[in-house]
């Protein structure tokens, strides 16, 4: 069964860098999504891209964040000058369409840890 | 707005007794209802939705769910649990009112815990 694919699985840095998450979404879907889980409490919701373009963003994708697909296999997720507060579990997922009955698809995520 | 609750924290049940996982949701309109599996060090899969029609939901790893309209309500269930069911239970729900966000509104999780 396809999956998600993220790298890499575990990411430490220096409060203060930045950071690129990577992602290959399953290859015919269309619609890409990032999430965050803090240790011990729910998933998030970051924001959605769809056609090149941002569809959603929650209030916590703020200017400190940047998505882009820079080919067509990769869905990335900088974030900017990185604070203690950042570290979390990072997941994507994607699906066929954007229609909310679609059941989303994860990866299994990559660890920020931000010292 | 949506948002879902689920209020265990943890659920432990011996291995072969049936297992419940609750999940109550709000919505302005109808709902979609999703249920979501994270074992360690795994990204969440997809069990079972409810979209509409039938108000019980098979899923995968034979696990079901039943949408109650009234108590705002849909339970996670199944009969005789195993002990590679223990793992971090998500419900999710995403309102049906058109014009509204596509995305899911996730509930804190539960982790379910089977003894053998």
């Known amino acids: 069964e396809p999956e998600v694919t993220q790298t890499p699985s575990h990411q430490v840095t220096q409060m203060g860098q930045e950071v690129i998450l990577r992602c290959v979404p399953i290859?015919?879907?269309?619609?890409f999504y990032w999430y965050r889980q803090i240790l011990g409490q729910k998933v998030e919701f970051l924001v959605s891209f769809y056609n090149n373009e941002i569809s959603e963003k929650s209030e916590i994708f703020d200017d400190q964040f940047s998505v882009e697909r820079p080919d067509g296999s990769n869905f990335t997720l900088k974030i900017r000058s990185t604070k203690l507060e950042d570290s979390a579990m990072y997941f994507c997922a994607s699906s066929e369409r954007q229609g909310s009955n679609q059941p989303q698809h994860f990866g299994d995520g990559t660890r920020l840890s931000i010292l | 707005a949506q948002s879902v609750a689920q209020p265990e924290d943890q659920v432990n049940v011996a291995e072969g007794n049936p297992l419940t996982v609750k999940c109550t949701y709000s919505?302005?309109?109808?709902?979609?209802l999703f249920w979501y599996v994270q074992y360690p060090n795994r990204g969440l899969q997809f069990l079972l939705k409810?979209?509409?029609?039938?108000?019980l939901v098979k899923g995968s790893y034979g696990f079901e769910a039943e949408f109650n309209k009234s108590q705002t309500s849909f339970h996670l269930k199944k009969p005789s649990a195993l002990v590679s069911d223990s793992a971090l239970y998500f419900c999710a729900v995403r309102d049906r009112k058109s014009g509204g966000s596509y995305i899911p509104t996730f509930g804190r999780g539960t982790s379910l815990i089977v003894h053998p």
């Open positions: 290859s015919n879907h269309l619609y």
């Open positions: 409810y979209i509409t029609g039938d108000n």
């Open positions: 919505v302005s309109g109808n709902p979609y």
